[in-house]
């Protein structure tokens, strides 16, 4: 159901009730008060009629002073309406012409009703004076009198519901052509087309929408971008150790002895690198993407310290000193993420420690629990980098110079702080170096994110 018949039905539907309501109100407070005007005039009829006859007895006494039968004449009345006028001893003074004589019939005083000849008839009984005056009306004609008025009424209450409901049709249909407008807008547009959408002619209401809207593409756009060049940096650099590969193969063909040896030498080294290459971006991949890393299982972060060493330093142990205050924290992520985020700081360290005087320098490593995070600091001493390089170092493929790196170490160290809720920075030490200092947040309650 579209947005405008969804209005339409909900407003038209709330009116229509609302008038309807309105509507049965109505009819009801005018049936009661036709019902009661009329029966005051009955009353009033009646009144009026023996205020005059008291006014003059001698219009309906006797000759000899008796009261009688009177030779009175009442004027024709309306013809649903008869009236009677008797003494109180039943003696009839006069009536209407035509009248119904059971109508007018008096009972008691006050009002009644009685069925004639199958029509419904109602009286009026007033006493006064040793009169009694009884008027009488049909009940037919009161309901046609009713239906009348009721017409008079309801027409007219139609046709403004109609036309309400009319107006309110245009009204929603202008009052949604700027959404439509905003949607053949979106429609029109070619799938790489990700440019803001202007607002300088937008309705004040959907500037929020468009608002929204205009994020949700600028954060596509950059992660669109990100992602392409993300692909021709991936392309590019795994061609080159494919041709390095290649290369040094088509060499150990060619070639016998020392230099076949070297070139098959080189050539495990290309496939080492491509090797860490595509290991580093199926992390990458896997970090950023929905993957689910909750194994169920806490990850101590001391335990994490010590299997990045041992990574780190495979081939040459002993060059890391590690220190740690002793407070024993679980970390609030699975120890495989850890361990990578770690080991790739000290392996960064390591390739970029100084060497002075033939010897390479250490590197140190200090742990610092809290009761929410763990901080693991990374010490070098190594050439350190420029302002304009630290804000460069955590994108993808970037490397200083001829570097061997894959140029995803940092990058990867990034993206696992971001999804985890971590922190990573790189600081610039005084006696020369850098710090690397990465926050880890610590679990609560046993829970791992994921």
Not at 78 to 88: N, R, V
Request: glycine residues 8%; proline residues 4%; aromatic residues 4%.
């Amino acid at each position: 159901m579209s947005l405008r018949l969804r209005l339409l039905l909900m407003i038209g539907v709330s009116l229509s009730l609302l008038w309807g309501a309105v509507a049965i109100w109505m009819l009801r407070s005018l049936d009661e008060e036709v019902h009661r005007t009329l029966d005051q005039r009955l009353a009033m009829s009646a009144q009026m009629v023996a205020g005059l006859m008291s006014q003059n007895p001698a219009a309906w006494d006797g000759r000899n002073g008796k009261q009688g039968v009177s030779t009175m004449k009442m004027p024709p009345m309306a013809k649903s309406f008869d009236c009677q006028i008797t003494s109180l001893r039943g003696e009839v003074i006069a009536r209407t012409p035509g009248a119904t004589l059971e109508a007018v019939a008096a009972v008691v005083p006050g009002y009644s009703e009685r069925s004639i000849k199958g029509e419904r008839w109602r009286s009026y009984t007033f006493e006064a004076d040793g009169l009694r005056v009884t008027t009488a009306d049909r009940l037919a004609e009161r309901n046609s009198l009713l239906h009348n008025v009721t017409m008079a009424a309801v027409v007219p209450f139609l046709v403004a519901m109609i036309g309400s409901l009319i107006v309110l049709w245009f009204g929603v249909r202008n009052g949604l052509l700027p959404l439509e407008r905003l949607r053949q807008a979106l429609a029109s547009r070619a799938p790489e087309v990700l440019t803001p959408i202007p607002v300088t002619a937008m309705s004040r209401d959907l500037l929020p929408l468009v608002n929204t809207l205009n994020q949700l593409l600028q954060r596509m756009n950059v992660t669109i971008s990100r992602e392409r060049r993300f692909t021709s940096d991936a392309a590019h650099e795994l061609r080159t150790p494919l041709t390095a590969i290649k290369t040094h193969l088509q060499v150990a063909r060619i070639t016998h002895g020392q230099d076949a040896a070297l070139a098959m030498d080189y050539a495990e080294e290309g496939v080492a690198r491509l090797q860490r290459t595509l290991t580093q971006l199926l992390t990458l991949s896997q970090i950023e993407g929905p993957f689910s890393w909750d194994d169920g299982n806490l990850t101590d972060a001391g335990q994490v310290a010590q299997l990045a060493i041992r990574d780190a330093t495979a081939d040459a142990p002993g060059r890391i000193v590690f220190s740690s205050d002793g407070n024993a924290s679980q970390l609030a992520l699975p120890q495989a993420l850890a361990v990578t985020a770690l080991r790739n700081l000290l392996d960064n360290a390591l390739r970029h420690t100084s060497v002075e005087q033939g010897v390479r320098q250490g590197v140190t490593l200090e742990l610092q629990s809290t009761g929410t995070t763990s901080v693991f600091r990374v010490r070098d001493h190594g050439p350190g980098l420029s302002i304009k390089e630290l804000e460069m170092v955590t994108q993808r493929f970037w490397r200083r110079g001829s570097g061997q790196g894959s140029g995803l170490g940092l990058s990867i160290v990034a993206a696992i702080t971001e999804r985890f809720g971590g922190a990573f920075e790189l600081l610039q030490r005084p006696e020369g170096g850098l710090e690397a200092k990465l926050t880890l947040p610590n679990a609560q309650g046993g829970r791992i994110g994921i």
